[in-house]
């Protein structure tokens, strides 16, 4: 067995057309305010962090994630507006519905009991849903250049996720879709 661990993380990915939307913002961060580490993932919400798991152990994961979800209904997702958190980022608003919160709690329950998999930020953050369009290279001058432009732009889209998403991180320093598992509850 083989001591190779990989970075994962599990979201909730919107439909293409969001997608497409979200990466046309990501692009004009881009070429407005140099800021492109928004495209090392594709457009999502982040349900359970970035953790590490044993690549010779995927099938418990996969299994995991897979009970998890056939006991979850399709989750309503609502985005409104923008927000920030200051000083270096800028993402789409994911509003708070009871069903998001809830699949999240249950997720990040089930990962820690079923297969001991913690968020240490967890215990001092609280769950702040968000699709992420400039960060981490968006400087702090260019921040304070662009959040009133943002601040006040209308965006509202409405949808269901109707599958947990498995992301992984590849040796390029990039994210991809590893699995999905269908909520069929």
Excluded: C
């Excluded at 418990?60 to 927000?83: D, M």
């Excluded at 089930?110 to 998999?117: K, V």
């Amino acid at each position: 067995m083989s001591n190779d661990n990989q970075l994962f993380f599990i979201a909730l990915l919107p439909p293409q057309e969001v997608q497409e939307y979200a990466n046309n913002i990501k692009q004009y961060f881009a070429q407005n305010y140099h800021s492109q580490a928004a495209f090392k993932a594709p457009p999502h919400i982040t349900l359970q962090p970035p953790f590490k798991w044993q690549v010779d152990d995927m099938p418990t994961l996969e299994q995991s994630l897979s009970n998890f979800a056939k006991n979850q209904n399709p989750v309503p997702i609502i985005l409104k507006g923008f927000g920030a958190f200051k000083p270096k980022v800028i993402y789409i608003n994911v509003i708070k519905t009871p069903e998001l919160m809830m699949v999240q709690q249950y997720l990040m329950k089930s990962l820690e009991e079923s297969l001991g998999i913690l968020s240490p930020d967890s215990e001092e953050r609280s769950f702040s849903p968000h699709i992420t369009v400039a960060y981490r290279d968006l400087t702090k001058d260019n921040f304070r250049a662009a959040w009133p432009e943002f601040k006040q732009r209308e965006l509202e889209f409405r949808f269901t996720v109707s599958q947990l998403t498995l992301l992984v991180h590849d040796r390029e320093k990039r994210w991809n879709v590893k699995m999905e598992f269908p909520f069929v509850f």
